[in-house]
């Protein structure tokens, strides 16, 4: 009989100090997430030395927290899986450092994941009929990428972004309108009392490259509307701004995703990182799957902002193919995917 694999996963690339027991790649025993939300308030973005900072301080009470949670001892644990990049490297390595030193001590094999193909499996959490191959659309603070997930750990980028991230465009925008840190959730509140069709904000298209993104544009279209405003000393009407912003990201998002499974003939679509909790964007592409024929699947919102269980997803499609990482394994702050 398969005995069952038990991996501890660590994430520290952001400002979530997170743990997690995952069982056979697709049960969550436990999932603790610290969020730093409220340190970096204050500063309106993630202070760098201050994200390393606190995840030294909290790391352990976390890991011991999963175990405590999941119900198990580093005895029963199979292999430690930690992202190692992309990410800030201060906050990487405080990690990176925790999961080598448990796997020395343990004696257990140490598996360094990428962060955004954690994202990724994390729609294997929910769905556990979900297998490659599928398109999935990531969307998070640093990254917007289309990518085709061939088989289990196996990734191909046919679409990114030119400039801002999906995320970071939120995030721009929510602190022009005065919504302050982290802007995509407020954004997603404040949206739902305004019309999103109440301003027409450009959708970029890129000449030659029909399933990349451009996101510079409709944030400097929200500035320059803000900025009017403001010349003639009246009110904007903010939940407006911010339906008609969402409505720019949405579309272009939904569309531009649809185009590319119809492309590479895929049947299933899902969706990934932080972005991929906006309700707007989980209709739209929903209503979007549902007209062309597609499955859609998508995570839980917990799942699709940063959080360990998703990197012990991950981790267990690597140990089962049966890669490992050495003791020498670093932070790579600008990891790209597919990349080892
Ligand atoms: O994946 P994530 O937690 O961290 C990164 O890997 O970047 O994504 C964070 C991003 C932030 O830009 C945040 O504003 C955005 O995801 N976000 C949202 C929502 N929740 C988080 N954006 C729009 N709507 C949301 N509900
Ligand atoms: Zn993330």
Known sequence: MKQ???ILAIESSCD??????????????SNVISSQIALHTLYGGVVPEIASRSHIEKINQ???EALKQAGVSLSGIDAVG???????????????????????????P???VHH????VSANYIENQELEPPFLCLVVSGGHTHLVKVTEYG????????????AGEAYDKVARAIGLGYPGGPKIDQLAKEGDPSAILFPRAHIEGAPFDFSFSGVKSAVLNYLNSYKMKGEEVNRADVAASFQQSVVDVLTERTIAAAAEFRFERVAIAGGV??????????????KANGLKFYHPSPIFCTDNAAMIGTAAYYEYCKGVRSGLDLNAVPNLKIGQR
């Open 4 to 6: 069952d694999v038990l």
């Open 16 to 29: 979530e100090t997170a743990a997690a027991v995952v069982k056979n790649g697709r049960t969550v025993l």
């Open 62 to 64: 976390v890991i011991a």
């Open 82 to 108: 930690v992202t190692y990049g992309p990410g800030l490297v201060g906050a990487l390595l405080v990690g990176v450092a925790e999961a080598k030193a448990i796997a020395y001590a343990a004696k257990l």
């Open 110 to 112: 140490l598996i360094g």
């Open 116 to 119: 955004i193909e954690g994202h």
């Open 154 to 165: 196996a990734y191909e980028i046919v679409g990114r972004t030119h400039d801002d991230a």
């Open 276 to 289: 991929a909790s906006n309700s707007a964007l989980r209709e739209s592409m929903r209503l979007a799957c």
